[in-house]
Structure formats: structure tokens, C-alpha cells
């Protein structure tokens, strides 16, 4: 008694995993029939009871179960997504009440997983992380949000997460000396995006959307 510890898991079509540790060096195969018989012996009534509270499996999850969502993105829209410090998904898994976990995997793509209470939570959370890695299109126009202004321009967010500098010298076809007296911060703005610079910055012109009075 004792020399065998030997446990097996599985279903009624047969065992998908076992353990064994022994304290001999070894067992004959009729024990090893015998042990087979009586997991299997085992395991059927196991599951006869099973059935008797839930014969299938349910076809939905209940609403306390807790919900994930996996998805993958761009590797160049990793830095995005985590934003400078972790500013960024700290924000989002706060606002959404979620969990989030994002890394990068041998072919440079970077896997999401997003956990919640409820599923509308972890959707929410991927809609915004979709918007965020979102293909932006130079030359576009968008509608930006001021979140910073600086003594040389301004940074507009134009998606969420995606903030892009307007330079002073973009932001009128007139000299502008302070960036004050055409925007405060929280104002929303029509800019067009003029480019992609390397590591995903944006470049944003405000006055190539205004008529041109100098011209005329």
C-alpha cells in the first residue's frame, strides 16, 4: 500500500491526461491493467453523475463569468496602446473596467488579451483599442481635440490616444505669435494630416484647411 499514486483524467471517449508517481522502481503490467480498469471504472461514474445535474454543455456563458478577448495588432502600434509611461492602457483599463495584457510575439505582432466581469466591458475596451490602432491617412482631415499647448504649437488628439503636434507655424496662413488667441486646451479643431513621421508622430496643419486672404 502506498508504493503508487496514480491519477487520470478524461472523458467518456477515453483518459486525456495521467499522473503516476511511485516509491518502487518499477510495476508489472497487470497492475498497470488493474489501475487502468478501476480509473476508468472511476471516471465513468464521475461522469454519469455529472450528467445527471448537466448533460451538455451550456451554449452561453452566465454574465458572472468572467469574459476575455484576444486580438491582435500591428508591433509598430504596441507603443501606442501602452502610450508614453503606460499612460494610455492604464487609462483604458480604467475608464472600461478592464484588465488589460499586451506583448509582442515572434513575428513582432502584438497579442491583447482583455478580461472583465461582463463581455459589453471587454468590447468596449477592444472598440477603443481599435480606434487607437486604426489606420490614420495622410492628407485626411479629422476632428481633434487640444490637450496641450506649447510656446511652439499645439498637440491635438485626432483618435484616441493619437496625439499629434500642430506646429504654430501650421496653425494660420497669418504670423502667429501666441497660439493662445486661436485655441485653448479642451477645444475641438479640424486639422488635416500631413504626415507619419517615424514612430507613429503626427504631423497636423490647421491652416491648410483655411482659405488663403494673403492670395487673393
Keep these: 500500500m502506498g508504493d503508487m ?5 478524461g472523458t467518456s471517449d477515453g483518459i486525456t491526461a495521467c499522473q503516476m508517481d511511485m516509491k518502487v ?3 508489472s503490467f497487470d497492475v498497470m491493467e488493474e489501475a487502468l480498469k478501476q480509473a ?3 471516471r465513468m461514474h464521475i461522469l454519469g453523475k455529472m450528467a445527471e445535474t448537466i ?3 451550456s451554449e452561453t456563458l452566465s454574465e458572472f463569468a468572467p469574459q476575455f478577448i484576444n486580438m491582435t495588432i500591428d508591433g509598430d502600434m504596441i507603443g501606442a496602446v501602452i502610450g508614453p509611461g503606460g499612460k494610455v492602457i492604464q487609462t483604458l483599463q480604467k475608464e472600461t473596467d478592464t ?3 499586451i506583448e509582442e510575439d515572434d513575428e513582432g505582432k502584438g497579442k491583447i488579451t482583455i478580461s472583465a466581469d461582463s463581455l459589453d466591458k471587454a468590447k468596449d475596451a477592444e472598440d477603443r483599442i481599435k480606434a487607437i490602432t486604426g489606420q490614420l491617412e495622410e492628407g485626411a482631415t479629422y476632428k481633434g481635440t487640444v490637450k496641450t499647448i506649447k510656446d511652439f504649437g499645439a498637440f491635438v488628439e485626432i483618435a484616441p490616444g493619437r496625439d ?3 506646429h504654430i507655424s501650421e496653425i494660420d496662413h497669418k504670423h502667429v505669435k501666441d497660439v ?3 485655441m485653448s486646451v479642451g477645444d475641438e479643431i479640424e486639422v488635416k494630416l500631413l504626415k507619419i513621421e517615424p514612430g507613429n508622430k503626427l504631423r497636423l496643419s490647421r491652416k491648410a484647411l483655411l482659405e488663403n486672404d494673403e492670395e487673393e
Design 5 to 9: 499514486d496514480f491519477k487520470t483524467a
Design 25 to 27: 522502481k518499477g510495476i
Design 40 to 42: 476508468h471504472t472511476g
Design 55 to 57: 448533460s451538455t454543455p
Design 99 to 101: 484588465e488589460i495584457w
Design 164 to 166: 499629434g503636434l500642430l
Design 180 to 182: 493662445t488667441n486661436y
